[in-house]
């Protein structure tokens, strides 16, 4: 198994929790992180190695992970495992499940890649890549099915791990927080490119509503030491170390329960936040000649998954040049005041957490199972 950031390490940790019991004895090894751990699983690299977004700020690291792909393959066309588990990172892992396949390797991709998004042009590789997808959102089965690719629908893992209803209270006594008054979840992402984009705004929207509102205080959930560290210089390049401000190691479902809205960067947070049904700014930002390229590749006009889902503009996005702190701070400050929106939102994400949720950690071992016993 490949899965090559914190969100894959958490989505493969849930398939390896049923597909542990069914195969104790199997040696599951590759790259991964603490969560697959947990299952035994060994990995060779660690996260941080393989973390990296954007079309251009690939390119320095290019060479290092293209020979960590060829290591893995070589490795694996001589050991033949009894599948090769690719989980979500496209990049890395579909050219590694096309060279695997070819030489004889059953492989199966987790989360299809989001082709009816942007990059449509992968589809012919993923029907070469991959012998069996499995999707995570329910209209993703049949535009597989149709493009000749064999794929299962498994729910998303976090419509599972996510309460229908969060305990405020109780996550605001989790992180120290004052169980009245207003609580915004700051979530400028978790890669170390995401934080040097995003956090200077961030930071800027939180002094703005703090002026508006003296009793407000944030919470703002860091995934390591070098992001924590990161987060806190830009604070002090920006003189706000005065801000009601918690930062917190991990904890990020804590914080978003405990939020009365959150502002988040666009990814898989953003519907982790909808899932806790707050209402949300999304925001993001990136380097500029990536953006250029990436926004005349999308096919849709939403980047956030919640509005994906909803295939409206649910809550707010500011991307690229729009996001800057008096906008994002005009945009939450709408979204907390705006009682009846709020109900709304309630609403239509509760209905979407019905849509997702399905016994993931069964129906993706099971699929993994019935790969290995067709063997191809």
Do not use: C
């Not at 498994?154 to 419509?159: E, I, Q, R």
């Not at 995003?198 to 407000?216: E, K, M």
């Not at 992001?227 to 904890?251: K, S, V, Y």
């Not at 009846?340 to 509760?350: N, S």
Request: charged share 20%.
């Amino acid at each position: 198994m490949v899965a090559g950031e914190a969100s894959g390490d958490v989505l493969a940790a849930r398939m390896l929790s049923a597909l542990r019991p069914a195969l104790p004895e199997a040696a599951l090894e590759g790259i991964g992180g603490p969560r697959m751990a947990e299952y035994g699983f060994r990995s060779e690299q660690s996260l941080e190695t393989m973390t990296v977004r954007g079309l251009f700020e690939i390119l320095p690291r290019y060479l290092e992970l293209r020979r960590i792909q060829h290591g893995l393959r070589d490795r694996y066309l001589a050991q033949k495992p009894a599948v090769f588990i690719g989980v979500d990172y496209p990049g890395f892992n579909l050219g590694l499940e096309e060279q695997l396949r070819k030489g004889g390797v059953p492989t199966m991709h987790f989360i299809g890649p989001q082709i009816w998004a942007w990059r449509g042009w992968r589809i012919k590789k993923i029907m070469r890549a991959v012998s069996h997808l499995l999707v995570i959102f329910p209209f993703e089965e049949e535009i597989y099915r149709k493009a000749g690719v064999p794929a299962t629908y498994v729910g998303h893992p976090l419509a599972e791990v996510i309460p229908m209803q969060a305990d405020v209270a109780a996550a605001r006594a989790q992180l120290g927080l004052p169980l009245t008054g207003s609580v915004v979840a700051v979530m400028p992402g978790s890669r170390m490119s995401e934080l040097k984009y995003n956090s200077a705004a961030f930071i800027g929207a939180a002094a703005i509503l703090a002026q508006r509102d003296p009793g407000i205080r944030f919470v703002v959930p860091t995934t390591g030491s070098r992001q924590r560290q990161h987060f806190m210089d830009e604070i002090a390049a920006a003189g706000q170390q005065h801000l009601p401000l918690t930062i917190i190691d991990g904890q990020s479902h804590a914080a978003m329960a405990a939020a009365d809205a959150v502002l988040v960067a666009s990814g898989t947070a953003s519907l982790e936040v909808a899932l806790f049904k707050k209402p949300m700014v999304i925001a993001y930002k990136m380097l500029a000649a990536s953006y250029h390229i990436m926004r005349h590749m999308a096919y849709q006009p939403w980047v956030g998954l919640p509005n994906i889902l909803a295939r409206e503009f649910l809550v707010p996005e500011l991307i690229q040049h729009a996001a800057i702190p008096q906008a994002l701070a005009d945009a939450l400050w709408r979204q907390m005041q705006d009682g009846a929106h709020k109900e709304r939102l309630v609403q239509r994400f509760t209905d979407m957490h019905h849509s997702l949720l399905r016994n993931t950690a069964q129906e993706s071992a099971q699929a993994v199972l019935d790969l290995i016993r067709r063997g191809t």
